[in-house]
């Protein structure tokens, strides 16, 4: 296990159309999060995992998307009817929890970049 | 509201130089801040923590609560160190991270 693996890596799609992205997270960690990175941006948090339970959603995550972690190891993040706006550099975390309001560190995979044409 | 602002986009430098990168941020509570960085071509990855208070590759960040910052420092820059530099903020009750827009720094030889 070499770190939090993405697939694909890029993806071009047209105005419209759906797209799903896969995340593998570090084998043994419980806690799986999504972001979303736009040009000149910082990453934003779209979405949390704790095991296989969606336990936070931002109100960006519009209802064109959704993500799942069905058995609370990979996940996946899908956009339906997709936009322009939506085109981003995808990032999945994952971290290994040691207690409910304390840090752990999220490692990061190293991103989807989404574009719609 | 929960915020992180880096005000600056770029900061260049020569090798050898001091650098300081900014990072205010807006929390209620007691915060947990974070610098992370990504080289060129690399992944995200945590460069420091405030908690922990050490020094990474030369870096260090000290919280300052009264000016609700968290500057990153280092006495003399390397050329390695150019890289995408973000602070970023840990929002406990949600367990997610806020990130500043980011800086790149810019190490000349």
């Known amino acids: 296990d070499t770190g939090v693996s993405q697939d694909p890596r890029h993806k071009i799609t047209k105005r419209g159309q759906n797209v799903t992205f896969r995340c593998d997270p570090i084998?043994?960690?419980?806690?799986l999060y999504w972001y979303r990175q736009t040009l000149g941006q910082g990453p934003e948090f779209l979405t949390y995992?704790?095991?296989?339970?969606?336990?936070?959603k931002s109100r960006l995550l519009s209802d064109r998307f959704s993500a799942e972690r069905p058995k609370g190891s990979f996940s996946t993040l899908e956009i339906q009817r997709t936009e322009q706006g939506d085109s981003a550099m995808y990032l999945c975390?994952?971290?290994?929890?040691?207690?409910?309001?304390?840090?752990?560190?999220?490692?990061f995979g190293p991103g989807t970049r989404l574009t719609v044409l | 509201a929960q915020r992180v602002t880096q005000p600056e986009k770029l900061l260049s430098v020569f090798k050898g130089a001091p650098v300081e990168l900014k990072c205010n941020y807006s929390?209620?509570?007691?915060?947990?801040l974070f610098w992370y960085v990504q080289y060129s071509r690399q992944r995200l990855q945590l460069l420091l923590r405030?908690?922990s208070r050490e020094s990474i590759k030369g870096f260090t960040a000290d919280l300052n609560k009264g000016e609700t910052s968290f500057h990153l420092k280092k006495p003399f820059a390397q050329e390695e160190d150019s890289a995408m530099y973000y602070c970023?903020?840990?929002?406990?009750?949600?367990?997610?991270?806020?990130f500043g827009a980011g800086t790149r720094l810019a190490v000349h030889p």
């Open positions: 405030h908690i």
């Open positions: 970023a903020l840990f929002s406990g009750g949600y367990n997610k991270l806020i």
């Open positions: 084998s043994e960690h419980n806690r």
């Open positions: 929390y209620s509570g007691s915060p947990e």
């Open positions: 975390a994952s971290s290994l929890e040691s207690g409910r309001d304390s840090y752990n560190e999220q490692f």
């Open positions: 995992f704790q095991n296989e339970a969606q336990l936070e």
